[in-house]
Nanobody
């Protein structure tokens, strides 16, 4: 079992930055693919970013490319999402997820999920 706990969310003005953290416990995540997803009020959960187990491969949804950066520190069992140039449309609950298979953009590929951290961007 892998437990994931997100932190770092909050209220920020448009154009600001936040860094989300995902702390894993119960098992090392060094062999897990990791992803960030988000769910805005009244909308479906959507893929945000993915990182391979080694960190050598990343992927982003088009709306965050160039603004968000996913990274990981396997030694610390941590995954991060640096979010810059935030927009009101980035407002959502953000979730960290872990996949033993491949992950990528499909939420159904992820076996473990955190409880989420709220990000609110004011205009």
């Amino acid at each position: 079992q892998v437990q994931l706990v997100e932190s770092g969310g909050g209220l920020v003005q448009a154009g600001g930055s936040l860094r989300l953290s995902c702390a894993a416990s119960g098992r090392t995540i060094r062999t897990y693919y990791m992803g960030w997803f988000r769910r805005a009020p009244g909308k479906e959960r959507e893929f945000v970013a993915f990182i391979s187990w080694s960190g050598s491969a990343t992927d982003y949804t088009d709306s965050v490319k160039g603004r968000f950066t996913i990274s990981r520190d396997n030694a610390k069992n941590m995954v991060y999402l640096q979010m810059n140039s935030l927009k009101p449309e980035d407002t959502a609950a953000y979730y960290c997820a872990a996949s033993q298979s491949s992950g990528f953009r499909s939420s159904s590929s992820y076996e473990y999920w955190g409880q989420g951290t709220q990000v609110t961007v004011s205009s």
